[in-house]
């Protein structure tokens, strides 16, 4: 296991954190948007290296966990992030509500199914957190998961309980687990969705629910703060990153996966010496073969 790359952005591991106190701005001195397209290039190109060598050396996968309230940039941040990463090395899956099937299983199964291989990335847009974020919100969701009991004095902290110990047997295993709260204002949020209805474009994002469930934003901000402080540890950090400028957020998630990604020391594997010898007589046999 690993210890988190420090950021203004960490979310401790005592119990601290404060959804009041968590920026939804860049600070004032944030680069301007050359600076941070430039900064965001150099990232993605670090972050394409990167990929290549995970997926040789064959040891650690890396789990990428992104939860945000909507319109908070989920989608275009894994684009952004991810643009020069090989695709064979890359899986990303969103999830939404439960099927049928999904609900036959405990809360953990779907995602786990979803999970990645050794030397690949994983992307989860949202995640098994929606059992403690949303469920928590509308808790009569959890009349239609047919569980042999439920104790609603209880089952958050049941469930939270099982997500620290699932991060903990991952973390053991060689997967490196990165959790982003991409933090959007409520303000921008709004200003996002009249966005959404007022560009032809983009009138295929908005969505009645997702505006209608604004009523509840004081809830969630409660469910969030609640969620980060008992699952955020060095194996499996959670960032609150602020998300009200999506260009600044998306440079401070790349350079956070990359910073990770180069405390592993990863390097390309070297051939075992019997492996070198039969490479040696290989490149005799091609240097002499003109044909």
């Known amino acids: 296991m690993f210890d988190a790359v420090e950021s203004p952005y960490l979310v401790p591991t005592d119990g601290s954190f404060t959804v009041a106190s968590a920026l939804t701005g860049k600070p004032q001195d944030a680069p301007k948007k050359k600076h ?16 290549r060598v995970l997926y040789a050396h064959d040891r650690y ?8 309230m909507d319109a908070a940039g989920k ?4 684009r952004s992030v991810l643009t020069g990463v090989n695709p064979a090395g890359c899986q990303v ?11 036959d299983h405990d809360f953990l199964w779907r995602t786990s199914r979803n999970l990645p291989e050794r030397g690949r990335i994983g992307v989860f847009n949202r995640s098994y957190y929606e059992e403690v974020l949303v469920v928590r919100v509308h808790p009569e969701i959890l009349e239609s998961q047919r569980l042999p009991r439920v104790d609603r004095a209880t ?9 620290r110990n699932h ?28 966005a959404r209805l007022d560009e032809p474009d983009k009138n295929w994002k908005f969505a009645v629910a997702d505006c209608e469930e604004r009523r509840f934003w004081g809830e969630y901000m409660a469910a969030y703060e609640e969620a ?8 499996a950090p959670w960032y609150a990153v602020p998300a009200d400028s999506k ?9 956070l996966v990359v910073a990770t990604l180069e405390r592993l020391n990863l390097e390309y594997p070297s051939p075992e010496p019997e492996d070198q010898a039969k490479f040696n007589r290989m490149r005799e046999l091609l240097e002499g073969d003109e044909h």
Not at 75 to 78: E, G, K, Q, V
Request: glycine share 2%; charged share 25%.
């Open 36 to 51: 941070l397209r430039q900064r965001l290039a150099r990232a993605t190109e670090r972050l394409s290296e990167l990929q």
């Open 247 to 255: 260009p600044y957020m998306r440079v401070v998630v790349a350079e």
């Open 167 to 194: 991060e903990q047997h991952l973390a053991m295993n060689g997967t490196i687990v990165l959790k982003f709260w991409l933090n959007v204002s409520k303000e921008e949020q709004r200003q996002r969705f009249l």
């Open 155 to 163: 089952v958050w902290q049941e469930r939270l309980e099982s997500i």
């Open 228 to 235: 980060l402080n008992a699952t955020s540890r060095s194996w």
């Open 75 to 78: 989608d275009s941040t894994i």
């Open 93 to 103: 899956f969103s999830f939404k509500q439960p099927s049928k099937e999904e609900l």
């Open 61 to 68: 996968s890396v789990l990428l966990i992104f939860q945000a």
